[in-house]
């Protein structure tokens, strides 16, 4: 006779984790989140700023930095200084893509129509990646969906920033992948150290990273190299960017979609795909390691 289902979840593997990680402006939103949130609030031309801001890269700024020291130093912010606050309330302004606040439900609802999901305890957990501020994305509306954000962070005093905390580019973004594959996720928390494949929280299989841009390139390049699965994202009202061509046909990515996160979009098919994949690979894998805990324990070699 058959074996009767129990419906009890095994528990005894414990890579059973997907980790979505997401860049923000470009990816999740249509528009860099200063422009929907501290240029309206302060009245600045988003043109002028961004050519202020690049006669800073040419003077030899990094590009973060460079941005990061004028909504300090610049006459606007001199005169009317951030507060953490400020930007907190100013979070709700954000604008997303279509589809990206139910996307994270959509996400788990789909991953709990596979059996091999409440066999193994397989869980997605959500995080971000971005060089933009994170005094606005963790008030934002769907803040609460991320086990983590990374972003740029100031100190501040009672007048306002003081310093750079955090600051977050284009390479440097790797070093948060390592994180979360380790599951070092503090940033006193030392990364460097030599971890066994078996003793990561997240295998860089059971990522997948979804970004829309050239400044991902590094971000896609180690999570493909380490066996994950990257896609690209493009702006769903103009035509194909060449530099989303450019990434596939440099074999940045796997795939690449209009930003669209409603349920019946392209990309939300190719994310369902992806995750079927990895759930596939974790039941396997699984499997095969609890046939090899069976030989050990009776005896074998």
Not at 3 to 28: A, Q
Not at 195 to 203: V, W
Not at 234 to 244: A, G, L, T
Request: charged share 25%; with cysteine; hydrophobic share 40%.
């Amino acid at each position: 006779m058959p074996r009767k289902k129990t419906g009890k979840k095994n528990t005894s593997y414990h890579h059973n984790v997907i980790g979505m990680v997401y860049d923000f402006d470009g990816t999740l939103s249509p528009n860099n989140m200063q422009e929907d949130t501290i240029f309206r609030a302060w009245g600045i031309h988003k043109k002028d700023f961004w050519a202020k801001s690049d006669a800073l890269v040419k003077r030899g700024y990094e590009r973060t930095l460079a941005y990061l020291s004028l909504l300090m130093h610049d006459e606007a912010f001199q005169k009317k200084p951030l507060t953490r606050e400020a930007l907190h309330r100013l979070a709700r302004h954000i604008e997303y893509y279509p589809g990206v606040p139910g996307f994270f439900a959509a996400v788990d609802r789909y991953l709990k129509s596979l059996p091999q999901v409440r066999e193994w305890g397989i869980r997605v957990e959500h995080y971000i990646i971005s060089s933009g501020m994170k005094e606005i994305l963790e008030n934002a509306g769907i803040a609460k969906r991320f086990k983590r954000i990374y972003a740029c962070e100031y100190e501040y005093d009672a007048k306002g920033p003081v310093f750079p905390k955090l600051v977050i580019n284009d390479t440097n973004k790797t070093q948060f992948l390592f994180r979360i594959n380790k599951g070092r996720l503090e940033m006193n928390e030392d990364i460097n150290d030599h971890m066994p494949e078996e003793n990561r929280r997240i295998p860089f299989s059971n990522m997948i990273y979804i970004g829309d841009s050239i400044t991902d390139i590094p971000s896609m390049t180690v999570t493909n190299r380490y066996g994950g699965h990257a896609i690209a994202v493009f702006d769903p009202r103009i035509p194909i960017p060449e530099k989303v061509k450019r990434l596939v046909i440099d074999g940045r990515v796997s795939h690449f979609a209009p930003a669209d996160f409603r349920s019946a979009s392209l990309l939300m098919k190719i994310v369902r795909r992806t995750l079927s994949k990895i759930v596939h690979s974790i039941a396997y894998n699984a499997s095969s390691a609890m046939s090899h805990a069976w030989v050990a324990r009776h005896g074998g070699v």
